[in-house]
């Protein structure tokens, strides 16, 4: 390592002395401030018996392994209480979980390091692997001895999930954690702690957050919607997919599912009504009631102008449903039918007239056969007079196929 470089753990408990030696106390902690991709230290702390007190940087001379040294007499140097504007390495940063966006997962701070960056000692980066966890308990030389090496954050990835709650970080602006796919983001969510986890909810959108509690169990489903207000939670509830809506309200006992039922429209209410009249394991309790159907006298134009304003999920557009003038599924076509048509044709004469549907009371094990038999992405359910009730998408299918209950996080 660089004399320019050195960690955090490095630098706790050293002495901390003026000009003539004599000891004020030791190092406790750092705090750091400013916008600067590497910010600088703007106090240190010092404990001194059993008070910690906190003093401005500008009254340091030397930082480094074996001392903290003061540029003026001890007699001479303000010593405050914790300033609180500062974020403190030890306090807010050691030993916290950050959310790392860029792996999907939840790390350990174990050290910090910090190195000189334009003339000042500024913290560089954060270390989350096995060899700072050893550094910290003082046998850094068997990390070396096997090899270890160093896993590193950059400072500059960092970012509070709230201005003035530092103790939750990403490691990509906090922006970019909406891009992460909901099974991602609830597999995060799942790994933190109550506290932390609040923190990082209350900083999703709505559409965010229902997609991700979507991909989770009932139980942790609930235990996140209990701890909202009423009114997000109805919101939240509003966004999840009728089918997810369903099968998180079907596995809850009655005392739960009627406080959640309630907070839903009463459109919604009917929908999910009669998604819970079906069994799991039929078409009818593994469909979604979200999905798109169109009159076949519309033109190919005049379906695409309503695709634009209806502006639809990417899962309720896998195929276009058409009916005839009694509500009947009568055909259906790909979003590559209707781009290459001419834009005057009607649906009628563009759609493909063999429908592959299946009845709400088909049994899963059926579903599954037909959605692989026919390579489909989508499958549409019908009643008796085949009408079209709801769609079911490859991903509940696969939810079904994979081992473990994989696809929705268990807490």
């Given at each position: 390592?660089?004399?320019?470089?050195?960690?955090?753990?490095?630098?706790?408990?050293?002495?901390?002395?003026?000009?003539?030696?004599?000891?004020?106390?030791?190092?406790?902690?750092?705090?750091?401030?400013?916008?600067?991709?590497?910010?600088?230290?703007?106090?240190?702390?010092?404990?001194?018996?059993?008070?910690i007190?906190?003093?401005?940087?500008?009254?340091?001379?030397?930082?480094?392994?074996?001392?903290?040294?003061?540029?003026?007499?001890?007699?001479?140097?303000?010593?405050?209480?914790?300033?609180?504007?500062?974020?403190?390495?030890?306090?807010?940063?050691?030993?916290?979980?950050?959310?790392?966006?860029?792996?999907?997962?939840?790390?350990?701070?174990?050290?910090?390091?910090?190195?000189?960056y334009?003339?000042?000692?500024?913290?560089?980066?954060?270390?989350?692997?096995?060899?700072?966890?050893?550094?910290?308990?003082?046998?850094?030389?068997?990390?070396?001895?096997?090899?270890?090496?160093?896993?590193?954050?950059?400072?500059?990835?960092?970012?509070?999930?709230?201005?003035?709650?530092?103790?939750?970080?990403?490691?990509?602006?906090?922006?970019?954690?909406?891009d992460?796919?909901?099974?991602?983001?609830?597999?995060?969510?799942?790994?933190?702690?109550?506290?932390?986890?609040?923190?990082?909810?209350?900083?999703?959108?709505?559409?965010?957050?229902?997609?991700?509690?979507?991909?989770?169990?009932?139980?942790?489903?609930?235990?996140?919607?209990?701890?909202?207000?009423?009114?997000?939670?109805?919101?939240?509830?509003?966004?999840?997919?009728?089918?997810?809506?369903?099968?998180?309200?079907?596995?809850?006992?009655?005392?739960?599912?009627?406080?959640?039922?309630a907070?839903?429209?009463?459109?919604?209410?009917?929908?999910?009504?009669?998604?819970?009249?079906?069994?799991?394991?039929?078409?009818?309790?593994?469909?979604?009631?979200?999905f798109?159907?169109?009159?076949e006298?519309?033109?190919?134009?005049?379906?695409?102008?309503?695709?634009?304003?209806?502006?639809?999920?990417?899962?309720?557009?896998?195929?276009?449903?058409?009916?005839?003038?009694?509500?009947?599924?009568?055909?259906?076509?790909s979003?590559?039918?209707?781009?290459?048509?001419?834009?005057?044709?009607?649906l009628?004469?563009?759609?493909?007239?063999?429908?592959?549907?299946?009845?709400?009371?088909?049994?899963?094990?059926?579903?599954?056969?037909?959605?692989?038999?026919?390579?489909?992405?989508?499958?549409?359910?019908?009643?008796?007079?085949?009408?079209?009730?709801?769609?079911?998408?490859?991903?509940?299918v696969?939810?079904?196929?994979?081992?473990?209950?994989?696809?929705?996080?268990?807490?």
């Amino acid at each position: 390592m660089s004399i320019n470089e050195m960690y955090f753990s490095e630098l706790l408990g050293n002495p901390a002395i003026d000009p003539t030696g004599e000891k004020l106390g030791v190092l406790y902690d750092i705090g750091v401030k400013g916008s600067d991709t590497f910010p600088e230290i703007c106090f240190v702390a010092v404990k001194r018996g059993k008070k910690i007190y906190s003093v401005e940087y500008s009254f340091v001379k030397i930082l480094n392994r074996r001392i903290l040294a003061f540029n003026r007499r001890l007699k001479n140097i303000p010593l405050n209480e914790l300033n609180l504007e500062c974020l403190w390495l030890r306090q807010h940063i050691l030993d916290k979980q950050i959310v790392d966006i860029l792996g999907s997962k939840v790390v350990r701070v174990n050290d910090i390091k910090l190195a000189y960056y334009e003339g000042t000692v500024r913290p560089v980066a954060v270390d989350i692997g096995l060899l700072g966890l050893l550094r910290r308990l003082g046998v850094g030389f068997v990390g070396n001895k096997f090899n270890l090496k160093e896993e590193l954050i950059s400072w500059e990835y960092l970012e509070p999930i709230y201005q003035g709650t530092p103790e939750i970080l990403l490691t990509v602006p906090q922006s970019k954690i909406a891009d992460l796919h909901p099974s991602d983001i609830a597999e995060i969510l799942s790994q933190l702690n109550s506290k932390e986890r609040t923190k990082l909810i209350n900083s999703l959108d709505d559409e965010t957050l229902a997609e991700a509690l979507g991909e989770m169990e009932a139980n942790f489903t609930a235990n996140i919607l209990e701890n909202l207000d009423d009114k997000r939670a109805s919101e939240i509830l509003e966004q999840m997919a009728s089918d997810d809506v369903a099968d998180f309200l079907g596995d809850l006992p009655e005392f739960k599912r009627q406080r959640f039922f309630a907070l839903l429209s009463q459109h919604d209410q009917e929908k999910i009504k009669k998604l819970l009249e079906y069994d799991e394991k039929t078409a009818g309790g593994l469909m979604t009631k979200e999905f798109i159907t169109f009159n076949e006298e519309l033109t190919a134009e005049e379906t695409i102008n309503k695709l634009r304003e209806m502006a639809p999920d990417a899962e309720m557009i896998y195929y276009l449903y058409v009916l005839n003038e009694k509500g009947q599924l009568n055909g259906v076509l790909s979003l590559r039918d209707l781009i290459v048509a001419k834009p005057s044709e009607k649906l009628k004469n563009i759609m493909r007239k063999k429908i592959i549907s299946v009845a709400d009371r088909a049994s899963a094990k059926e579903v599954i056969s037909v959605i692989a038999k026919y390579n489909l992405l989508a499958l549409p359910v019908v009643d008796k007079d085949n009408r079209p009730i709801g769609i079911i998408t490859v991903d509940d299918v696969m939810d079904l196929l994979l081992p473990g209950g994989y696809h929705h996080e268990k807490v």
